[in-house]
């Protein structure tokens, strides 16, 4: 059974989804698009592996475009304050929760048009434990540290699902 991407301080994950196309448009301005929806758990005692009402934890998402994949990304309905930064070839997006309560929503994944139908782009999830400073560049150091799992974007095709389009795995989780 597919099971839903849930990460607790300290685990890394990656993913990669395709952008499916909004056939509604014209073809020439057709937008791919992937809805993302994101939780973390607010506070994390890592000793004691309970959740407390102490401390918050980071969330640092990682989208990694492949060349010539023009996306931008959309807050969509992410509640609480969160921020999104570009590095300088605009191919990562670093997306992290500036407030001090869990990350919870969704974001919404945009393709401009002309990209390729089901271009594949990756996704990276990290944990924090505290609140820290994590630059972009520390980011990229090292990219071995995660376990990759091709995952579906299910979209909705009733009213009545609650919760179109969340990522779902056909794995289970391990993370290192």
Excluded: H
């Excluded at 014209?26 to 959740?51: C, D, H």
């Excluded at 918050?56 to 475009?65: M, S, Y």
């Excluded at 023009?70 to 990562?92: H, M, T």
């Excluded at 376990?147 to 009733?158: C, G, L, M, P, R």
């Amino acid at each position: 059974m597919p099971r839903r991407l849930t990460l607790k301080p300290g685990q890394r994950q990656v993913v990669r989804f395709k952008l499916l196309p909004n056939k509604l448009l014209p073809a020439k301005q057709r937008e791919y698009k992937a809805r993302l929806y994101i939780e973390t758990i607010e506070a994390y005692n890592s000793v004691t592996g309970n959740v407390t009402d102490k401390g918050v934890i980071q969330t640092v998402l990682r989208i990694k475009k492949k060349v010539g994949l023009p996306i931008r990304v959309l807050k969509g309905n992410l509640k609480y304050q969160c921020s999104i930064e570009y590095d300088q070839n605009n191919k990562i997006i670093l997306i992290k929760n500036t407030g001090l309560k869990t990350l919870r929503g969704s974001l919404l994944i945009v393709g401009k048009k002309g990209n390729q139908e089901n271009s594949l782009v990756s996704l990276s999830y990290f944990a924090a434990d505290r609140i820290k400073k994590i630059s972009l560049n520390e980011l990229l150091k090292d990219n071995q540290f995660y376990d990759e799992y091709d995952i579906v974007v299910k979209t909705s095709d009733s009213t009545r699902d609650e919760q179109p389009n969340r990522l779902i795995c056909s794995k289970n989780i391990k993370v290192k």
